[in-house]
């Protein structure tokens, strides 16, 4: 069983930054494949960034490209999440999710995913 716990949202003006780390429970974090999801008031969950277990391989959705970073610590179990010019249309309820034996597979459909965080908000302001 693998708890995660999400953390580093908050409010931030537009072209501003911030940094979510998702902290892992669990001996075997490192050979998860984690993904980050966020989702706005009244959409639906929407994929964000994706990372492979050793973090040798991301991908990320096309409106985040160039301004987010996924990235891995497997010694402290924790993954991040840079983001950089925030836009308001950011602003969402943002979500780690992770799930075990997929070695070298980035896995983009929330559905893929066993494990879930209980979220962190992020608010960019105009």
């Known amino acids: 069983q693998v708890q995660l716990v999400e953390s580093g949202g908050g409010l931030v003006q537009a072209g501003g930054s911030l940094r979510l780390s998702c902290a892992a429970s669990?001996?075997?974090?490192?050979?998860?494949?984690v993904g980050w999801f966020r989702q706005a008031p009244g959409k639906e969950r929407e994929f964000v960034a994706a990372?492979?277990?050793?973090?040798?391989?991301?991908d990320y959705t096309d409106s985040v490209k160039g301004r987010f970073t996924i990235s891995r610590d497997n010694a402290k179990k924790t993954v991040y999440l840079q983001m950089n010019s925030l836009k308001p249309e950011d602003t969402a309820v943002y979500y780690c999710?992770?799930?075990?034996?997929?070695?070298?597979?980035?896995?983009?459909?929330?559905?893929?995913?066993?494990?879930w965080g209980q979220g962190t908000q992020v608010t960019v302001s105009s």
């Open positions: 999710a992770s799930r075990a034996g997929v070695y070298g597979t980035l896995l983009y459909s929330a559905s893929y995913y066993d494990y």
């Open positions: 990372i492979n277990w050793s973090g040798g391989s991301t």
């Open positions: 669990g001996p075997t974090f490192s050979t998860y494949a």
